[in-house]
């Protein structure tokens, strides 16, 4: 038998699994956001398609108002979700739902009452203001469900199910189109734009209900504890989930910044400049859906690794999926840049040398660092460190890309967009490091301090990490090898025995019922076992990619003799939990200390 | 895992030793089964054995329910962490321990 001791494997499997799902959503989701002025101007004109533009980022910032509390209640349950506390995760679930549509309907009325006020500000020239207004007021639904729809995927993110996120962003679209149609044609002409907009949160509350009833399987539905609603917990939410909304609304308020820097680092081509700008940035920020897939993918698997305090795991998770994310931007660079002849004339800018320099610097040097940035900002977010993952996302972008660009530009031109656009993160991360070290007074951080794990995770070292294939005999072998070795270490016989037994009996358990005979897959289900040592218990952690199987859930009198190990391990042990989620089957058993 | 045996005419005496799991229990089950015809007397002895699982207990039950036909099983010098899952899973009724 061979024990896999490279404990990376179903790390990286279950990433990799996860990615083509999600990248698949995260395109047709960017698609859905340009439904919109697509349809505009399919249905109306170009002055349609810029009173959307005009609408467009004030849902946006309502949005992003609203938007902490799923973030906050995301973070949350998976979390929950690492620690087995399922009832948590349901309870999160359904309060955050509740208090989304209550704010959301406070802010949708506000922006249906005060649209013609709002489009003033936001720019709405006399001869669109008039449609900006009714597709603002039709649009006001998004805030409530589109914020609910962005909730569903990353609950379904959560049990894995980039399928499904797939499945109901693909709705999401299909319903836009069509009720958008179906709108437009029957409202008077003069608020037929209105229905562009309600035909958005139209789409998304089929989309909503497409992703209900996957998460139905796993228990998680609409329904409410009225005892679990405490403004304590939604406070919670919004104190974690508040850094993606505070980045959202200062990179709305920032981008007006920067395009008048730019135009007046420009003097009489101002404009032009803008548009190159633009037009990079636009090719840029598609790209950057990669970056979105790869966290979408990445930040349940964060969050549970943080939960069961598994610091192996979340740097391991952490680094694979930067591999992944540098891996699939290093292949859409070298696409994009074939393609850039193409793009140049779509953007009507061939010929122009600044266009393609812009384009080849942000390939090498935006995307890599903007993804080491994003992820490193979810990566914070999801182990509570909600302070520092809004500086990695708040300072680069917002506050260090404008007074470089307002440095740089007179002096280099486009070569100075160009360097403040793709390095703005490198003067971040050197005076971080730097502060870093003069905190801990040394000049070489470890990545315990690197990446600001507290205490009880950074000193939670599994005593035991390993991969093993699931297999009978790989299950037996690791089962001695943890008898022999906490011996070794000076635990009693009985507690080394019944760690090992529960550890055999949850294995075997797991081999014998999701691995069956006629499977072909057997050899590559990989299942990771953890041994930690808390003060008095002993905590073993089993986690396997296979479909979804409770060893825990059975009839007590039926099968006597098939259950007889896991309820033998449930006797011993002084605790069992299971939990399905991100496609993982997790039990940890805990063994108190000292038995004899 | 290594299985000694011993016959003397209508009695087996079984010496086990090491540990009896998912893996080596079907090794133990064979061994039974091949030796066990016209048995009337099965001592197993487990003064060596140091692990036992629910794959074992399986092995134990089937044993008990041949002899329960044809004579007696008998389970000796059993240790005390072996004798908890005796206890916890209800064998100490089922088997016949000295």
Known sequence: MEAINSNNKLIRKIILSMFGGSLAAMITTAIALMADTILAGVFFDKLAIAAVAVGTPIINIFQALTQSIINGASIKMNISAGKGESQEVQDSFSVAVFFTVIIGLIFAALGFTLADKLVDVFGGSPEIAGRAVWYLRGATGCIIFGNINLFMYKTLALFGEQKAILRSSLLAVVFNIVFSFIFVKIFPANMAIAGLGMGTWFGGIVSIVSSCLTLKKYGISFKIKFRSVKFAKVAHFVSHGIASSGNALADGVVS??????????????????????????????????????????VAPLFGIMYGSRDRNGILRSYRESV??????????????????????????????????IGMAICMVFYLPLTALLRITTQFFESIEKVGIGFLYSAIPDSLIFPI????????????????????????????????RSLKNRKISLS????????GDIRDNVPKIDISIKSDNRDVSFISEQVYTFLENEGVDKKTAHATAL?????????????????????ENIIMDIKLFSDSD?????????????????????????????????????????????????IITIVIDKNKE | MTIEKNLNGAELIVNIA?????????????ELMDSIAGVTKLVLDFAELE?????????????????????????????ETIMEIFDVTGFTDVLTIE
């Open chain 1, 323 to 356: 591999r992944l994310a540098i891996i699939a931007l290093g292949i859409c660079a070298v696409v994009i840049m074939a393609c850039s002849p193409i793009l140049a004339k779509v953007y009507d800018m061939t010929g122009m040398a600044d266009f393609y």
């Open chain 1, 502 to 522: 529960c550890l055999e009996e949850l294995s075997a358990d797991f081999v014998e019922h999701t691995v069956g005979e006629d499977t072909q897959k057997g």
């Open chain 1, 404 to 435: 470089l660009l307002a440095i740089l530009v007179p002096v280099f031109k486009y070569n100075g967009i160009w360097i403040a656009y793709s390095f703005n993160a490198i003067p971040f991360i050197i005076v971080l490091y730097i502060l």
């Open chain 2, 51 to 79: 692990y036992l699982s629910s794959a074992g207990l399986r092995v134990l039950l089937q044993a008990q329910k041949t002899m329960n036909k044809q004579g007696e099983m008998i389970v000796k010098n059993v240790n």
């Open chain 1, 256 to 297: 007006g910044v920067v395009n008048n820097v730019i135009v007046s680092g420009f003097n009489a081509s101002g404009v032009l400049a803008l548009s190159v700008f633009t037009a990079v940035k636009s090719v840029a920020t598609f790209a950057t859906a990669i970056i979105q897939a790869v966290n979408l993918s």
């Open chain 2, 18 to 30: 090491g540990r009896l799991d998912t893996t080596t229990a079907p090794e133990l089950e064979k």
């Open chain 1, 537 to 585: 218990q002993l905590r073993t952690i089993i986690r396997n990619e296979a479909p979804m199987y409770n060893p825990l859930d059975f009839e007590s009198d039926s099968d006597k003799l098939a259950k007889m190990g896991v309820k033998l391990a449930q006797k011993l042990a002084h605790s069992i939990n299971y939990s399905y989620v991100y496609k993982m089957n």
């Open chain 1, 447 to 454: 990545y315990d301090r690197i990446f600001c794990l507290d």
